[in-house]
């Protein structure tokens, strides 16, 4: 590729149970449908409708472990769940945003053990593996991209000096920094030796990773636009105004009619099956 941008991985994220709390990891397997786990499981209501933290913040409360078989979700005042990775229940269909898909129930255990953290009747499912959800065709420039539980991409990238940037521009206001945990991201860039500008995955087009497995290529199509979530503290699940009220002051994004950006969705060109790693080096190119 024609090289604009050189890059490092700064850390990659998981988030293994849609809206809950993400998971660090020293090496992520890259799939077909994003990084491995990501977005595998989701809560619903009775109805099947997928259920979040702009409905029910304290999903940012549980917290998921990983590890070689199973997930272990742990939440306040909640005896530990355990999910086998290998097992699953009765299939069922359920709704995310606009897709209805397949999917496998949890069972009642899981069931009961989140309809007792949110004080309401919700299922635990896990994406069936055999359907097939893609991303806007529209904005991946009818590249088929497909997802799990993600709200609509497989990847969402930001870098280091956004959040550096927007931490900037609180202390100036007086108030509380932030962490990257508010924005969900899966993959975090930084510049290594030399900073980022601020929000400089904006302009990016495509980032190349080179890995022992290959080389992974990612596009970056289509920027992220931002509900409340971020403004819920994801130490106490309480939603507040903050960094949403800071962020409307300069990352209304014109591509999107006005909407408050951060970070890029991103869809996997070549690479799946290789490890990524914080630390492993890239190149990027400008968007034109």
């Not at 009818?142 to 990847?155: H, T």
């Not at 990612?218 to 903050?242: M, Q, S």
Request: hydrophobic share 40%; glycine share 8%.
């Amino acid at each position: 590729m024609n090289e604009d941008l050189r890059f490092r991985i700064h850390s990659l994220y998981v988030y293994p149970v849609k809206s809950c709390a993400g998971v660090a990891l020293d090496e992520a397997l890259l799939v077909e449908t994003g990084l491995e786990l990501d977005r595998a499981w989701m809560v619903v209501d009775e109805t099947g409708e997928f259920l979040t933290q702009r409905q029910r913040p304290r999903l940012a409360l549980v917290r998921p472990q990983l590890r070689p078989h199973d997930m272990v979700l742990r939440a306040p005042g909640m005896i530990a769940l355990h999910i086998a990775y290998d097992t699953v229940e009765a299939p069922t269909r359920v709704r995310v945003w606009d897709d209805e898909v397949a999917a496998y129930d949890m069972g009642d255990l899981a069931a009961q053990w989140f309809s007792d953290f949110l004080g309401q009747r919700v299922r635990l499912v896990r994406f069936d593996p055999e359907q097939r959800r893609l991303s806007s065709l529209r904005w991946t420039g009818g590249r088929e991209a497909l997802n799990q539980f993600s709200d609509g991409y497989p990847l969402l990238v930001t870098s280091q000096s956004a959040l550096d940037e927007l931490n900037t521009r609180l202390a100036a206001a007086g108030r509380a920094p932030v962490g990257m945990e508010r924005f969900r991201p899966n993959l975090v860039i930084d510049g290594g030796d030399e900073p980022l500008d601020p929000h400089a995955e904006d302009h990016l087009d495509e980032l190349e990773i080179d890995t022992p497995q290959g080389t992974v290529r990612l596009a970056l199509v289509k920027p992220c636009a931002r509900c409340p979530i971020p403004n819920v503290d994801p130490a106490t699940g309480t939603p507040g105004h903050e960094p949403g009220d800071t962020l409307a002051g300069y990352r209304r994004d014109p591509r999107l009619d006005g909407a408050i950006t951060f970070g890029m969705n991103a869809i996997i060109l070549e690479g799946v099956e290789c490890l990524l790693q914080p630390g492993m080096r890239g190149r990027a190119r400008y968007k034109f």
